[in-house]
Nanobody
Framework: QVQLVESGGGLVQSGGSLRLSCAAS????????MSWVRQAPGKGLEWVSD????????YYLDSVKGRFTISRDNAKQMLFLQMNSLKPEDTAVYYC????????????????RGQGTQVTVSS
């Protein structure tokens, strides 16, 4: 079965950095576009970034452009999100998600989503 396991979250001060990882299994990783989405306390799910199956095409939420970088290692079936210059408004549970397509996109739908990793940015 499809498994997506996120790691790398934690507590960081404003301006700091974190690198999130997502280990994927149970499907053909190199055939799927992947996404990072987040959910802040009391808010709905928010799309953050997308990457095509081959890693060539990436998209970002406007508020994270220039600060976050999505990448993937198809050989290791891993998805990453490098987050720099973190702000308190980035505080959320971050999820990796699998798309039912090779092409990156903006926003839902997602075919599967992991359990998430908490990112907390203190001011």
């Amino acid at each position: 079965q499809v498994q997506l396991v996120e790691s790398g979250g934690g507590l960081v001060q404003s301006g700091g950095s974190l690198r999130l990882s997502c280990a994927a299994s149970g499907f053909t990783f190199q055939a799927s576009a992947m996404s990072w989405v987040r959910q802040a306390p009391g808010k709905g799910l928010e799309w953050v970034s997308d990457i095509s199956n081959g890693g060539v095409t990436t998209y970002y939420l406007d508020s994270v452009k220039g600060r976050f970088t999505i990448s993937r290692d198809n050989a290791k079936q891993m998805l990453f999100l490098q987050m720099n210059s973190l702000k308190p408004e980035d505080t959320a549970v971050y999820y990796c998600a699998k798309r039912n397509s090779r092409a990156a996109n903006i926003g839902p739908p997602y075919e599967y989503r992991g359990q998430g990793t908490q990112v907390t940015v203190s001011s």
